[in-house]
């Protein structure tokens, strides 16, 4: 059973900055690819940013240049280093890992950024 734990959210003033971290029971490279995404209240949940194991990553327009994905293979954890936050950036962002046709997810956690 795939476990992932995220941390590293809370509350942050606008143009501040968190890092996300998402701890999986596994080793990541057993995933074809994971991201990170987010859902608003009374919005659809979306995708922030991914990277597949092929080394290609991917972002939402709303998001580069001030997100970045990462990954530690040793520690089996994917981070989002999230910079100049602004209030829309407010969210449950959850990990979700890939493999095969199977999706995983963690719990999320709360992001708030106030104006």
């Known amino acids: 059973q795939v476990q992932l734990v995220e941390s590293g959210g809370g509350l942050v003033q606008a143009g501040g900055s968190l890092r996300l971290s998402c701890a999986a029971s596994?080793?990541?490279?057993?995933?074809?690819?994971m991201g990170w995404y987010r859902q608003a209240p009374g919005k659809q949940r979306e995708l922030v940013a991914s990277?597949?194991?092929?080394?290609?990553?991917g972002y939402a327009d709303s998001v580069k240049g001030r997100f970045t994905i990462s990954r530690d293979d040793a520690k089996n954890a994917v981070y989002l280093q999230m910079n100049s936050l602004k209030p829309e950036d407010t969210a449950v962002y959850s990990c979700?890992?890939?493999?095969?046709?199977?999706?995983?997810w963690g719990q999320g956690t709360q992001v708030t950024v106030s104006s």
């Open positions: 596994g080793s990541i490279r057993s995933f074809n690819a």
């Open positions: 990277f597949t194991n092929g080394g290609s990553t």
């Open positions: 979700a890992a890939f493999r095969g046709s199977s999706p995983y």
